[in-house]
């Protein structure tokens, strides 16, 4: 039973995620106006605006102007409504549920963003390092020097791969939106998490590079924004971080 309020509670956040993908890089309000059609300027009425399901009842086109809706609005929705329940299965009805989804939140509005317009907004990953910081003073899964470490460990490496990189091809490689995040990711899940989701995110996303290459032939020059592997790679290790540690150790010895 709870775990349904989970995913309907996941899925409200993602419609609210989706408001915040559009507006915060314009520097609109995220309260207001509400929600209305980008081709027709319509409100959106509630019965339009259920996560998921309305976007299948209108058949991803808008109720008046009959323009179709970006599938971002059920994606976003959709994965968030995952990660809830996938959270709340985890760690149950708990101050550790809440600050990981936050953290889950977090990093789905960063991809959204990264994706559209190649950059990671800092006010999202700027207090998430303070959030990560603080919660870890109370949160049981972190303790508070392993979180700073984490921050200073995603933090500094990153940085010091970036300025090397520049140093080297005498171009930007890599954002210092990406530093940041990395320091916000090693607030929430600590150093060992850090080197995890640097190892995870490059491997990902060399392959990543590598199908673009062969779909879109050897000139494919678009660079790819390391936001969402940087994402992806720090979602494994919140849930996996310690079975590919354990594992890698056994296969190590
Ligand atoms: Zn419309």
Request: net charge positive; proline share 5%.
């Amino acid at each position: 039973m709870l775990s349904i309020v989970s995913i309907i509670f996941g899925a409200l956040i993602g419609s609210f995620l989706n408001v915040c993908i559009i507006r915060l890089p314009r520097e609109e309000s995220i309260i207001t106006p509400g929600s209305h059609c980008p081709h027709c300027a319509k409100p959106i009425n509630f019965y339009d605006n259920i996560p998921v399901v309305s976007y299948l009842l209108l058949k991803g086109r808008c109720r008046y102007c009959k323009e179709s809706i970006s599938i971002q609005y059920p994606l976003v929705e959709g994965i968030t409504a995952l990660g809830s329940l996938a959270l709340f299965m985890r760690f149950g009805p708990s101050l550790s549920y809440l600050f990981y989804f936050s953290f889950v939140a977090a990093l789905i509005v960063i991809t959204g963003i990264d994706l559209y317009h190649q950059i990671i907004p800092d006010v999202i990953s700027l207090p998430g390092i303070g959030v990560g910081l603080l919660a870890s003073l109370v949160i049981p899964q972190i303790n508070f020097l392993d979180s700073l470490i984490g921050a200073l460990l995603g933090g500094g490496s990153l940085f010091i791969v970036a300025t090397l990189y520049q140093w080297l091809f005498k171009r930007e490689g890599m954002g210092g939106g990406d530093v940041k995040l990395l320091a916000m990711i090693g607030a929430f899940l600590g150093w060992k998490a850090v080197i995890l989701t640097i190892l995870l995110s490059s491997l990902i996303g060399s392959i990543t590079g590598m199908i673009m290459m062969v779909l879109k032939g050897k000139d494919f020059k678009y660079a790819i924004p390391f936001g969402p592997f940087l994402s992806f790679g720090a979602v494994i290790a919140l849930f996996y971080q310690n079975e590919i540690i354990f594992w890698y150790l056994r296969y190590k010895g």
